[in-house]
């Protein structure tokens, strides 16, 4: 069974809760890693259905960002330089890359605060086929509710051979938090990006929408599995 997903960040966590939740989310992702690398079929049995999927030692590098961009956000500056983060690794059963970015509004000023976070992981399996386990990874969210949060799974075209969209929902109206996935498996490839925002009570610029969020990774998904084809 697979590990719990995060839980959604309450409204009055701050910066702390985001890096809270990207350790969950590395957690969740290296888990998605190991189960789609380790399956059961006998070595031999099926040759990697990779197309031209490339490795891509700096997986930020060949990211399409522009999507993001064009919603009004912008890359924080980053006094130790450490913003984006990516890692890769090459192994003959799977290469693994990651790229993590830490956003904020285009516009915003000092004394306001809204945060966006974004982690993006890719896998190229090369000795397992990952179809079977993948629909079951995102649908597994449906059952993880709390009283005040439960995940809405979506399937989703336009992108890859199967995708699906998670998306934490709130049974109030009023929050200012948003957290949604998106899972893409083209052949042997995954791809998985995770968008997390805060707005502050007082910010001018609030939460984007659910549907708004999933557009907007869907758009940088294809650019960016573009790009890993090259």
């Known amino acids: 069974m697979p590990p719990a997903g995060p839980g959604g960040p309450s409204g009055g966590g701050g910066k702390g809760w985001l890096w809270a939740l990207g350790g969950a989310v590395v957690a969740s992702a290296v888990w998605a890693g190991v189960v ?4 059961g079929f006998g070595s031999g049995e099926k040759e990697a259905d990779l197309g031209t999927y490339q ?5 930020c590098a060949s990211s399409d960002f522009t999507p993001i961009e064009n919603a009004s956000f912008k890359e924080k500056d980053s ?7 990516h890692s890769s690794s090459k192994d003959p059963a799977m290469d693994s890359m990651t790229c993590n970015v830490d956003y904020e509004p285009s516009t915003s000023s000092s004394s306001d605060y809204s945060s ?13 086929d990952p179809t079977p386990e993948f629909k079951a990874t995102y649908m597994s ?11 809405k ?3 989703v075209s336009g992108v890859g051979d199967e995708a699906y969209v998670v998306a934490q929902e709130y049974e109030s109206s009023s929050n200012s938090s948003a957290y949604v996935i998106l899972g893409v498996r083209d052949g ?5 990006t995770t968008w997390s925002q805060y707005a502050s009570s007082s910010s001018d610029h609030p939460v984007k929408s659910n549907s708004e969020i999933t557009e907007m990774l869907k758009e940088s998904a294809k650019g960016t599995l573009e790009k890993l084809q090259k």
């Open 36 to 39: 789609f690398s380790t399956g």
């Open 55 to 59: 490795y891509a030692s700096d997986l």
């Open 79 to 85: 006094t130790s330089g450490s913003n984006p983060q």
């Open 116 to 128: 966006a976070w974004l982690y993006t992981t890719a896998y190229l399996h090369r000795k397992t």
């Open 141 to 151: 969210y449906k059952n993880q509710k709390t009283s005040s949060t439960h995940y």
């Open 153 to 155: 799974v979506t399937k």
């Open 188 to 192: 042997w490839m995954t791809y998985q």
